[in-house]
């Protein structure tokens, strides 16, 4: 069984729930966003040991291109090279860790937008329906009036 509306102005019965709904939403867009920073910074770290990697790289080419004056010295930059390459597949590793991270952030942000607007569209519905009402209410008072009126003059005439 339907509950009649109370004539006066519009009251959401789930008002709370969508402010709960709208509450959650504003924190998982601040979630996705410090996501979405952490992102970035590990992308920029990324790109600075690579660009590091290239640079050592570019170096080492020229030292072996060359006339080899210190083998020890390239035996040491070889092995830098390799700390190096191990660094950036661990900064890779963590970049990918951000990236997952940042789409699971994004997952939740677009179910919490979803769940907000299935309750708006909830309210808009109930207003409508309210408004409906609300202009049938007041068209049977209008018809109320006007058959007591027409009744009374009826009457008014007779006598």
Not at 122 to 129: A, L, P
């Amino acid at each position: 069984m339907v509950r009649k509306p109370k004539k006066g102005p519009f009251k959401y019965n789930l008002e709370t729930v969508l402010k709960v709904r709208n509450i959650r939403e504003k924190l998982e867009k601040e979630k996705f966003a410090k996501a979405q920073k952490e992102f970035q910074k590990e992308l920029e770290k990324e790109k600075k040991i690579k660009d590091f990697q290239n640079k050592k790289q570019t170096e080492q080419r020229q030292a072996l291109s060359g006339r080899i004056k210190d083998f020890g010295r390239i035996l040491q930059g070889h092995f830098h090279l390799g700390k190096v390459k191990t660094d950036v597949d661990k900064q890779e590793k963590a970049r990918l860790e951000a990236e997952q991270k940042k789409e699971e952030q994004r997952e939740k942000l677009i179910k919490s937008i979803m769940d907000r607007k299935i309750m708006d569209k909830d309210k808009d519905k109930k207003k409508v329906s309210w408004r409906k009402l609300m202009n049938k209410e007041e068209t049977k008072f209008l018809d109320d009036i006007t058959t007591s009126r027409f009744t009374r003059d009826k009457l008014e005439r007779e006598e």
